[in-house]
């Protein structure tokens, strides 16, 4: 009887192993598809060799890197190795410290019985990637996430109320933050020196902006106060240098010392409802910032001239919205300030300013950061048009923007732009500088469009492309050469007329030019930006003329002629000797030029060349009154035989 009973027991007991050890496997198994909510903590950690090796824990409660230590028989987890962790529904809370400096920690899962997360929990787990945030969490405390680097995503649930103090200091990764409405309060530096921060959603239950709360999130752009808050901090936006677009909620009353300084504020809004108000403004509130240039619609009223006394008054039940004005140059040689905001395109400046009556009276643009958006077609066919700024707000230059600007020589686009649409500079034959900005840290890629450039590329005819061909056609498209067309340029290979410029002459300092800097409809532009200049060749100028002065004594006089144009090239520095004595003059043919640059030198007797490959053709001879003198020649192409001894005999020549 006895018997039967212990073997019922056995049975249990290995039922019960067989069950447990299952239900490990699964876990584990779960782990490695992905978080899941479990009831053991799960830790992943390296090994020995990068080995990846997995731990399942039984904790219960409060949990932190001291608990997970004892309950780990194996003895080989450290801060140093743990990869991911799983909470365990069974724990309620993460203590203070609990994983701070787990500097290979990538990710962790929070479950919802977690209620609490304690200071400095992940301070400097400069690995950690993403984490989510239960809805049992009432509050981010102070350091929870001070250095987490790394840290690129993160979710604050509706549940939290409060963010301490330096909750998210030194995120450098995270760019986008969405405060919920839940959270009425923001603790000093919650979020300062996040640098990559780009925008910040803050809610109507905020009632103040902390001291330095937001300081030196550089890449910020622009911010909304809302109508709760009525007081903003001292330092609260310090040094956000790319800051530019600011709104001030309604009932603001104080705007500490420094709030704003070192920001470069181009459109600053004052709400307002009530029949009369004031703020008052502390130290320095705008230190670096000339609020002189921020102007009413008006166009004389400025913040500078307004803010009395440190106190910046309300007349008016609208408010007040000082920014840097959209400036036109007429063709007419006078300029006007046209004071709009978002979208921006000739029609909208022509219903701004009477002055601005059709689109061949524009010469120059320049547009403010307060402006968000250039519209389709905003200047298509503005013919007088010859340089335009794009601002650092905008991102995307649409289809047909610049379509037809005949006379558009320079163009600067902004840090934000990204794409650049169907042919947006079509037909643009004068451009001769490009300049793409990039402020940040990392390559910016640019998507070009269709057929972008058109005619300023270099095609023939204003239909069709022409590929491959070393002679080209009016229209349609000729194939079969060696060589073909740059991608999302349409750029034809055939000897350009002077109404095209080809873009392959757009080049950098470095000689590399626009054209070949398309890969696969990508521009890719470096920290610092690119700046693409027109280089031409000199196709038709003589070497000499019948008529010439003398050699200049200093060495910043160039040599002159009074019939015909100088000889010129990207390297300006003028011939100079120690001599007075006019060269000897003579008559010649201009020399040929091909396309690609290609120069060489020579320092040896006229009879006899060493030629190598520097800038310039420059020959030392003596002349027949035994002075030294210089004779400068430009070769732009492959140098022939023809070419070099044509430049022997013009040296003889002059002996």
């Known amino acids: 009887m006895y018997l039967k009973y212990l073997v019922l027991m056995v049975l249990i007991l290995i039922i019960f192993v067989l069950l447990r050890h299952y239900y490990y496997n699964n876990n584990n198994n779960n782990n490695k598809e992905g978080f899941q909510t479990t009831t053991y903590t799960i830790i992943e950690y390296t090994y020995g060799d990068n080995n990846i090796e997995t731990v399942t824990l039984n904790i219960t409660g409060d949990i932190d890197f001291n608990k997970i230590k004892n309950a780990d028989e194996s003895e080989a987890i450290t801060k140093e190795n743990i990869k991911s962790i799983i909470i365990g529904n069974r724990v309620t809370s993460i203590g203070g410290n609990a994983f701070d400096m787990c500097s290979s920690l990538t990710n962790i ?130 040094f956000c240098k790319a800051l530019e677009f600011v709104i001030i909620g309604k009932i603001v009353v104080t705007i500490g010392n420094n709030s704003f300084d070192s920001c470069p504020i181009e459109y600053i809004e004052f709400k307002n409802d009530l029949n009369e108000r004031s703020i008052g403004f502390g130290t320095d509130v705008f230190n670096g910032l000339d609020t002189s240039k921020l102007k009413l619609s008006t166009g004389t009223t400025t913040l500078q001239s307004e803010i009395n006394n440190s106190v910046l008054s309300f007349p008016k039940e609208e408010g007040l919205i000082f920014q840097t004005p959209t400036v036109v140059g007429l063709t007419n040689g006078t300029t006007v300030n046209v004071y709009i905001t978002g979208d921006i395109s000739f029609d909208i400046l022509k219903i701004a300013d009477a002055s601005i009556t059709n689109k061949n009276s524009i010469k120059s643009i320049i547009i403010p950061n307060s402006v968000k958006n250039i519209m389709d077609e905003a200047f298509l066919n503005c013919e007088k048009l010859e340089s335009v700024i794009i601002p650092n707000e905008v991102n995307s230059i649409k289809g047909f923007t610049f379509k037809l600007c005949s006379s558009l020589k320079s163009v600067i686009i902004g840090n934000s732009v990204t794409s650049i649409g169907t042919q947006a500079f079509r037909f643009c034959p004068a451009i001769e500088y490009i300049e793409f900005k990039n402020d940040t840290e990392e390559d910016k890629p640019i998507s070009i469009g269709w057929d972008v450039y058109g005619d300023m590329a270099g095609n023939s005819s204003s239909e069709g492309s022409i590929e491959g061909s070393s002679e080209g056609s009016s229209e349609g498209s000729s194939e079969g050469s060696s060589e073909g067309s740059s991608e999302g340029f349409n750029v034809a290979v055939e000897e350009f007329s002077s109404e095209h410029v080809d873009i392959s002459k757009l080049k950098l300092s470095d000689g590399k030019s626009l054209k070949d800097s398309i890969t696969d409809d990508i521009l890719s532009i470096p920290p610092g930006g690119l700046i693409f200049q027109l280089f031409t060749n000199t196709t038709t100028t003589p070497l000499a003329t019948t008529t010439t002065t003398p050699l200049a004594t200093t060495t910043t006089t160039p040599l002159a002629t009074t019939t015909t144009t100088p000889l010129a090239t990207t390297t300006t520095t003028p011939l100079a000797t120690t001599t007075t004595t006019p060269l000897a003059t003579t008559t010649t043919t201009p020399l040929a030029t091909t396309t690609t640059p290609r120069n060489v030198s020579s320092t040896s007797s006229p009879s006899s060349f060493n030629f190598s490959d520097p800038t310039e053709i420059k020959v030392l001879y003596t002349h027949t009154l035994n002075r030294s003198s210089d004779l400068q020649f430009r070769i732009d192409g492959n140098v022939t035989e023809t070419q070099l001894q044509y430049i022997e005999d013009i040296i003889k020549g002059q002996q």
């Open 109 to 238: 899962n929070i479950p919802n019985s977690v209620t609490s997360i304690g200071e400095n929990a992940f301070d400097m787990c400069s690995s950690l990637t993403n984490i989510n945030i239960p809805n049992s969490v009432t509050s981010i405390s102070n350091f929870t996430f001070k250095d987490c680097e790394s840290l690129t995503n993160i979710t604050i649930p509706d549940s939290v109320t409060s963010i301490g103090s330096n909750a998210f200091l030194y995120c450098k990764a995270l760019e986008t933050i969405i405060i919920p409405d839940s959270v009425d309060t923001l603790n000093q530096e919650a979020f300062s020196s996040c640098s990559a921060l780009k925008s910040v959603t803050i809610p109507n239950s905020v009632t103040s902006i902390p001291l330095m709360c937001f300081a030196h999130c550089s890449a910020l752009l622009s911010i909304t106060i809302p109508d709760s808050v009525t007081s903003i901090g001292d330092y609260a936006f310090y």
